[in-house]
């Protein structure tokens, strides 16, 4: 954040600039998870994950007269936490042109002009994918 010589403030977003797609970290995330797990992952485009989190939410109260109850509700975010924020992704999905551009959402250009930190830091590596899986699985 910065002041202009008009006194206007200028916020810049603090953000990874070196922004990857699904399709280039996806092997790195199914190789560190089946490295904390020892299962095989399947990866997906994803496109094809939004459709399943909406079918999820759209079939838990199937073959039923009225919706789901709070405690299904509560069982279904417990699965598939990705479905509190169905909308979220559908609209950045739908908004996008490309697949890097859906995930991409806030424009760093003037941040990297003015951040030498920033413009510093490498692009993520496997390493990096591997410690965040286990953290993100204890």
Known sequence: MYKTSA???KVHHPVY???????DIRPAVASALHKATEE???????HEWLLRVRRDVET???G????IGENELQELLAKNPAA????????IMREATSEIEAWNVLDTQLTAQR?????AVSA????WTDKWIREWLQ
């Open 60 to 62: 838990a109260g199937s």
């Open 84 to 91: 509190k924020l169905l909308e979220f992704f559908g609209q």
């Open 7 to 9: 006194g206007a403030v």
């Open 17 to 23: 600039l070196n922004s990857l797609g699904w399709d």
């Open 64 to 67: 039923r007269d009225k919706a």
């Open 115 to 119: 951040s030498e930190k920033l413009q």
């Open 124 to 127: 993520v590596q496997s390493e």
């Open 40 to 46: 095989t992952v399947e990866t997906i485009p994803s």
